[in-house]
């Protein structure tokens, strides 16, 4: 039988919180599992001063972490650090997880793999994967974008229950209310993983100008690109691109519609950004967010995110057991 996401990861809503790197810390970790879901504080870039300052942070609540698994193979002791503080679970994500996967297992630590396709899913289950994280292309932040979270979780549950592994499924991508929560349930999902929801709560490490961008957007403002990385100097592998909000600055510099920013303007793009980010200049600054960013209208605290969340998933489900099908 498979076991229950409350049971794996001491969750009593199946409500995760999405490592986002530079915007999930200590603080809004905290926050989510002491609301009844689960932290996970995002690595991303971080160097593992910043990352022991984050664990500090959240010093006395259970919380998890999420690493880009290509950035672990260039400092792999942030997985020591992790794994010393006995976090409740490691989240895997973008890249192979063969390396570290034993080692986690090995600790005790429940490893949770974020996929964004069926061959990546079977791969984490030979590496002992205990949670999978089903991505869906409509999520903020970096993914493939090749498949959409409606078609992609039913699938990674099916192989699941055809493989015969015990192992819960949560849904990635687009989830921010309780109408997306009662859908992914409703999918075969045991849980969602949320992240942009959760970016703009009042815990989340972003700036004003940020904030202000994602509380008046609208999902049809999302894109997926590189500019971002370019103009960053982070070199993410072949296949990648990340959802952000569209702005100036994206205009400005693909304008060719490629996602990247032409080498022969990297040098002044760079210099704009920078300056951009020191004023926080809303039409400058990077906001990642997914298409759900369409459905805030107003920052709150992550608790009442996960609470109303909760609730608001219960009703839609009494609702429908009086659907007309
Ligand atoms: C601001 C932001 C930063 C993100 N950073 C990371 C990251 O560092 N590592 C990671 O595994 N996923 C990251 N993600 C992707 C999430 O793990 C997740 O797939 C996504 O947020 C789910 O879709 P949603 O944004 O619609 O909730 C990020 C997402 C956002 C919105």
Known sequence: MTPSVASVL???????????????????????????GLGMIGVGYADADRFAAELRVARGTRVGCGFITWCLEREPRQLDLALDHDVAAVMLSFGDVERFAGRIRAAGVPLICQVPGRDEAGRALDQGAQVLVAQGGEGGGHGTRLRSTLTLVPEICDLVRERGDPVPVLAAGGVADGRGLAAVLALGAAGAVVGTRFAATAEATVSAAALERMIRARGDDTLATRVYDDVRGVNWPDGYTSRVLRSPFTDTWDKAGTGRVPVECLVEATA??????????????????????????????????????AAEARAVIDTLHGAPV
Do not use: F, K, N
Not at 280 to 308: F, K, M, N
């Open 272 to 309: 704009r950004y920078r300056d951009g980010v020191r004023c926080d200049d809303p039409d400058t600054i990077v906001v990642t967010a997914g298409e759900a960013v369409g459905l805030i209208h107003r920052p709150e605290s992550a608790a009442t995110v996960v609470q109303v969340m």
């Open 10 to 36: 001491g969750t009593t809503v199946p409500i995760v919180l999405a490592p986002m790197g530079g915007v999930a810390g200590g603080a809004l970790a905290a926050a989510v599992s002491e609301a009844g």
